[in-house]
């Protein structure tokens, strides 16, 4: 393991407060651990912060889904039922983002997926 392998892995590690003894680069960041919505925006805007991507036609929706997020629940719960009835295909089309991905981003200081 190279140093930024090191250093993607500690991140995600610190980031997701999961240990890096878990991560592989084959973990993926939605599906296994649980990265969507605002928290996906977070941890990118941090991972940006931290190695400097250049994310330059990154679309975020291309890869995690929306979460209900929000003080009211009525709105919270309609969002849910709109994503989970109408949304569904798009979920199951979600291009996965692996931590194998960042550090490769990372090596090329550009976005590579």
Known sequence: MDKIESDVLNFVSKQCGVNVSD????TELNKDLGIAGLDAVDFFTAFDN????????????????????GLLLPLSLLQWIYYK????KQ???????????LVESVRGKKWIK
């Open 23 to 26: 991560l592989r680069l084959s």
């Open 50 to 69: 931290n190695f400097e991507v250049d994310f330059s036609g990154f679309e975020i929706d291309t890869h995690f889904e929306s979460e209900a997020h």
């Open 85 to 88: 009835v109408f949304k569904k």
């Open 91 to 101: 979920a199951d089309n979600l291009v996965p983002i692996t931590i194998g991905n």
